[in-house]
């Protein structure tokens, strides 16, 4: 069984500050593992993803994530905050055949002036 | 035109009533689904369709059915409605490989009252 660990349901930070968003997962197999981004009354977009190549992975707006192992984490990351990144971000783990994703309970960002 | 729409956009509904909320995919992929958000909660899967011929509960299928009536759409629908089945519905697609990611559709925002 899978399940996705996102730590701190809100976090604040202040403009031009590091980003900071947490992820761990259990899985039974290797993972394959994204990042969501949802803007206010918007769907879901691919922040980035992790497919076992690199294991840090760029993605888009300047974010990136790091898969480490060991501490079965993926956390996201951005080194300096810019006020439009307010929003929801959504950590979700998928397994391979069955590509079902199990999504984390989500982390509202928000950025101080 | 986006790859996932979802109709309606929003709905108010009494409850006993049934609903349907319909959703088609422009990607060509074999795969869909229906999830759930509400606050804290993050995304959980109701139903998923590996393709037309395929349907399968997911984690809270109770209350909701299904049906795939063509690759590109994928209907939830609610036989009798509840308030505790308030809350935003998301469509999504992936494609058949376990690392290619979820297109979402908007969202329909469903209030039962």
């Known amino acids: 069984a899978q399940s996705v660990t996102q730590l701190g349901s809100h976090v604040s930070v202040s403009e031009g500050a590091l980003v900071l968003l947490r992820c761990n997962y259990s899985?039974?197999?290797?993972?394959?593992l994204f990042w969501y981004v949802q803007y206010p009354n918007q769907g879901l977009q691919l922040l980035l993803k992790?497919?076992?190549?690199?294991?840090l992975v760029k993605g888009i707006n300047g974010f990136e994530a790091e898969f480490k192992k060991s501490e079965t984490s993926f956390h996201l990351t951005k080194p300096s905050a810019h006020m439009s990144d307010a929003a929801e971000y959504f950590c979700?783990?998928?397994?391979?055949?069955?590509?079902?994703?199990?999504f984390g309970s989500g982390t509202k960002l928000n950025v101080k002036p | 035109d986006a790859d996932v729409t979802q109709t309606p956009r929003n709905r108010i509904t009494k409850t006993g009533k049934r609903i349907m909320l319909e959703c088609s995919q422009t990607?060509?992929?074999?795969?869909m689904y229906w999830y759930r958000q509400d606050p804290g909660l993050g995304l959980r899967l109701i139903y998923y369709?590996?393709?037309?011929?395929?349907?399968n509960k997911g984690e809270i299928s109770d209350g909701y059915s299904v049906s795939r009536q063509a690759q590109a759409k994928f209907s939830l629908s609610l036989e009798s409605a509840i308030p505790n089945q308030t809350a935003l519905y998301f469509c999504?697609?992936?494609?058949?490989?376990?690392?290619?990611?979820?297109?979402f559709g908007q969202g329909t925002r469903l209030t039962v009252v």
């Open positions: 979700a783990v998928s397994q391979g055949g069955f590509n079902k994703f199990y």
């Open positions: 899985s039974s197999v290797p993972p394959y």
């Open positions: 992790y497919t076992s190549a690199a294991t």
């Open positions: 990607k060509g992929h074999d795969r």
């Open positions: 369709s590996f393709d037309v011929k395929d349907i």
């Open positions: 999504a697609t992936t494609g058949n490989r376990g690392d290619t990611e979820a297109f």
